[in-house]
């Protein structure tokens, strides 16, 4: 059982990846995966250690951000091409999820992709550091690879909202723009597939996490390395509360 639930994330994870550009509902994605609403978000969260909704926010995001660095579409442009219909909803869950306004990213990105995170005290008050946050997550071994899931939290667990968060389309570097300063665990989650050639391909659970590390206004933050574990579902289960369902 725990296989084809493993199995039905992956293939919700991949439609996600297909279709954040339309508009998708969470809904639309459960009926597509033959789960109820209630039961795909208590097994993707499980599973992931966010929801779904959240996950495919962080899809969205992550083209957004892409978008609003290299593109020159506007803001409402890169609102509907990331599959949302009101830029007042995009504008506000972008800021949510990365600290930022979307015109302000653009601003901090445009002169350079790497360019530090600018102002470390926000609009909201909230001191950041000068630095972006780098790391790098590692597969449990060179044959596998998967979608995995960056989020930032207080506690060493994927409990509630990351503060911030990104989706690597596989293992590797990430990037978490203005982090808010105090104590905190950068949690990664993956259902990396292992490649052998000529089996057929099997999909685990990994987790893997990095904390508490320090955030200070007046430094950059070090790197960090966070490396995969494979886990079962099992276990994930006793450390991961889902989120009531709400809408995309």
């Not at 506000?92 to 999820?97: D, G, I, N």
């Given at each position: 059982m725990?296989?084809?639930i493993t199995q039905a994330v992956v293939s919700v994870i991949a439609n996600m990846h297909h279709n954040f550009r339309e508009d998708l509902t969470i809904n639309e994605i459960a009926q597509a995966a033959g789960f109820s609403r209630f039961h795909l978000s208590r097994e993707f969260t499980h599973l992931i250690g966010v929801s779904p909704r959240r996950f495919l926010r962080a899809i969205r995001f992550e083209e957004a951000k892409r978008l609003l660095a290299e593109s020159g579409l506007n803001i409402a442009e890169i609102s509907h091409t990331v599959g949302y219909s009101s830029v007042g909803t995009f504008s506000?869950?972008?800021?949510?999820?990365t600290g930022v306004t979307p015109s302000a990213y653009r601003q901090l990105r445009s002169a350079d992709p790497r360019a530090d995170a600018g102002d470390p005290h926000p609009a909201t008050g909230t001191p950041t550091a000068p630095a972006p946050l780098r790391g790098h997550v590692q597969a449990p071994s060179e044959d596998q690879s998967g979608v995995v899931f960056v989020g930032l939290f207080p506690t060493?667990?994927?409990q509630g909202h990351p503060v911030r968060c990104t989706v690597l389309p596989r293992p590797g570097a990430f990037v978490l723009d203005t982090v808010p300063t105090?104590?905190?665990?950068v949690l990664a989650r993956s259902v990396t597939r292992r490649t052998h050639e000529g089996r057929p391909a099997r999909h685990t659970p990994t987790v893997g996490g990095s904390g508490a590390i320090?955030?200070?206004a007046d430094h950059a933050p070090e790197p960090v390395v966070i490396r995969l574990r494979r886990?079962?579902?099992a276990a994930l289960r006793l450390f991961s509360v889902p989120e009531e369902p709400r809408p995309a």
């Open positions: 725990d296989s084809a506000s869950c972008f800021k949510s999820c060493p667990f994927p105090g104590r905190w665990h320090t955030i200070a886990v079962s579902l």
